[in-house]
Every structure is written in C-alpha cells, then in structure tokens.
C-alpha cells in the first residue's frame, strides 16, 4: 500500500489495490494493464489516428505543434520513411477538421472545445481541484 508520507500512487500500488478490490490474481491484472499501455502506443504511433476515447478518462487528441515537430525531424533522418508517411497522414487528417470546422460544416461546439470531465460541476460535485485532491489522499 501507499506510504502516508508520499501520498503519490504508483502502478504498481494501483494494480495491487485492483486485484484486491476484484479478487483477480495481480498478474492478470498487470498483463491488461500492460495490454492497454502497448495497444495505445500502438494506436499513436503506428496508426494516423488523431483522437482516442478512454471510458471514465476523456479523450486523448494529438497536438498540431507536435506532429509538426516531428514531421520536421523524420524528414531529416534517413532510412525507414513509414513513420513520416504516418505523421504526414495525421497532419491531413487534423487540416481537414480545422478547415471544416472553419466553414462551419461542424456544429459551433465540437469535441475539441469541450470542457474535460474533471471540470464538470455534475461530475466532481461542486468541488475544487484540490478538495478533490485533498479527499483522494485522505482514502
């Protein structure tokens, strides 16, 4: 379990307390967890995928600033152009939203400009950032 003075939960602390919580054996537990990890690394690298929902976290989008950093950097490296050809791809893909958000062919609220789930008032009930912080490390 967590010691009192760190407060920091680790992976390792958070899949002990699943598999306590689920009566599943903590290795099942690490082999989806680390089935998870891969098939969403899997997904921002190997795909031109440019939005990804998690259940009870939100979505994760890619940045603009980001793919064209890196764009810029494996158009400079030699050798295997697959990931250039990927990144290029995303690129597209986030110009075409941009330009028919910009005609207005999206509705005026986009899942872009949502507000994130933890800044909902239903959802955290009223409170703070740090009342829920303070009610997280108190557990």
Do not use: C, W
């Not at 999206?106 to 949502?114: A, C, L």
């Amino acid at each position: 379990m967590i010691k009192e003075e760190s407060k920091i939960s680790f992976t390792q602390d958070i899949l002990k307390e699943v598999s306590n919580d689920l009566n599943i054996p903590e290795e099942k537990v690490k082999i989806v967890y680390n089935s998870m990890i891969s098939y969403l690394e899997f997904l921002t690298t190997k795909t031109d995928t440019v939005s990804i929902f998690i259940p009870s976290l939100g979505t994760m989008y890619v940045k603009l600033g980001y793919i064209l950093r890196r764009i810029q950097e494996l158009s400079r490296k030699k050798g295997d152009k697959n990931y250039l050809e990927i990144f290029k791809a995303k690129k597209n893909k986030i110009d075409a939203y941009l330009k028919e958000l910009i005609d207005n062919k999206y509705p005026k609220k986009s899942r872009h400009s949502q507000k994130s789930t933890i800044a909902l008032f239903s959802y955290t009930d009223g409170k703070s950032i740090d009342e829920i912080e303070e009610i997280q490390n108190s557990k």
